[in-house]
Nanobody
Framework: QVQLVESGGRLVQAGGSLRLSCTAS????????MGWFRQAPGKEREFVAA????????SYADSVKGRFTISRDNAKNTVYLQMNDLKPEDTAVYYC????????????????WGQGTQVTVSS
């Protein structure tokens, strides 16, 4: 069982930056594809970014491309989401998730989920 703990969410002004972190309890973290998803009030959970276990495959939602960067440090069992030029529409609960196997943008493919961290962007 992989436990994921997110941190770093807070209130920030539009145009600002945040870095979210997600630390896994599992030593086999380095073998998992990791993803970030978000869910705004009244909306479906949506894909934000994902990174394969070897970090050779990275993908982003069009809405965050060029502003967000996903990365991972397998020695620290941690995946990061650097968010720059934040917009009010980025306001959501951000979740990290883990899956074994190939890279995926679909939340249905991810088996393990964190509890989420709130990001609020004020205009």
């Amino acid at each position: 069982q992989v436990q994921l703990v997110e941190s770093g969410g807070r209130l920030v002004q539009a145009g600002g930056s945040l870095r979210l972190s997600c630390t896994a309890s599992e030593r086999t973290f380095s073998s998992y594809t990791m993803g970030w998803f978000r869910q705004a009030p009244g909306k479906e959970r949506e894909f934000v970014a994902a990174i394969s276990w070897h970090a050779f495959t990275i993908s982003y939602a069009d809405s965050v491309k060029g502003r967000f960067t996903i990365s991972r440090d397998n020695a620290k069992n941690t995946v990061y989401l650097q968010m720059n030029d934040l917009k009010p529409e980025d306001t959501a609960v951000y979740y990290c998730a883990a899956k074994s196997g190939p890279h995926s943008r679909s939340s249905q493919d991810y088996r393990y989920w964190g509890q989420g961290t709130q990001v609020t962007v004020s205009s």
